[in-house]
């Protein structure tokens, strides 16, 4: 149902409010999105001190592209990146497990005592994430696993809103398809495997792309569950960076920071319209 008839839509007065409003939407989207990118590249061109006597300079002066290098080189962004992309990647795949295996058993296998799993993993979605630093923290603590990869991608796991994300998707899939294949004698592991897995990819793309951007930008977990700064990642090794770097090298170094995620949520886009789409099973 629409607001608008299409009897009205075929008025010209209407077509064209109706254009220049999407057109407006679009343009302040444009601005919105590309503005912090924009200013980052422009950041990172300019020299220091014009930086600070005319910091509202739509572009730099005179561009000074070799800082882009001088930031790769002196600030060692390569080596924080290559942590950060190993975070990134077992934290991903630790919370991708996780996620599956319990949205598998709250939605298909569904437990007697589901109902009671399903509505403690959603009250903890009402915990602030630094209610349980502390506690998370002496947990680390006593399983000796402080101050390795294991601290920043086990936690990774408990996320209960991929957990919820995944079991709704699981939801809309029809049941007769799981009696049709235990019929078939398919057992639980066969019916993830060979049953539900191929149809999840969508859900599985949109779950990868929303880990890897938390985990890309996590500061603060990092920054204390890793005690040897040279494991940690760019989020947490810029700040520390930017103490006794110039200006405009730290905002290169942002820059190239920016990019991978950026990069990778533009070539993912499309997964993530269908996945969130994606309500029952195409045939």
């Known amino acids: 149902m629409s607001l608008i008839s299409e009897f009205d839509r075929k008025r010209p007065v209407v077509r064209a409010a109706l254009g220049s409003t999407q057109f407006a939407v679009f343009v302040g989207v444009v601005i919105v999105g590309l503005g912090p990118i924009l200013w980052t590249i422009k950041g990172a061109l300019s020299p220091t001190q014009e930086l600070i006597k005319d910091p509202l300079r739509p572009w730099p002066s005179n561009p000074a592209w070799p800082v882009l290098g001088k930031a790769w080189s002196e600030l060692r962004i390569g080596h924080f990146l290559l942590n950060t992309v190993i975070l990134a990647g077992g934290s991903w795949l630790v919370q991708l497990v996780v996620c599956l295996m319990g949205a598998y058993a709250l939605s298909v296998l569904r437990p007697r005592a589901g109902r009671i799993i399903y509505g403690a993993v959603l009250a903890t979605l009402f915990l602030p994430g630094s209610v349980s630093l502390v506690a998370l923290y002496l947990t680390v603590l006593d399983l000796h696993i402080d101050n390795t990869l294991w601290s920043v991608w086990l936690p990774a796991g408990a996320h209960a809103f991929t957990v919820l994300l995944m079991k709704r998707f699981f939801d809309g899939i029809p049941r007769e398809l799981f009696g049709a294949a235990q ?21 599985i793309a949109v ?24 494991a940690h990642p760019i989020s947490v090794a810029l700040p520390r960076l930017a103490e006794f770097a110039e200006e405009n090298t730290v905002i290169a170094g942002m820059f190239m920071a920016l990019m991978p995620p950026v990069l990778v949520f533009i070539v993912f886009q499309k997964y993530i319209v269908r996945g969130v789409g994606f309500t029952g099973v195409k045939g």
């Open 207 to 230: 779950v990868s792309l929303l880990t890897l951007m938390g985990a890309w930008k996590e500061f603060l977990w990092p920054m204390v569950a890793l005690s040897d700064t040279e």
């Open 183 to 203: 019929v078939d004698g398919a057992g639980p592991w066969r019916l993830f495997w060979q049953i539900l897995l191929p149809m999840s990819k969508p859900i």
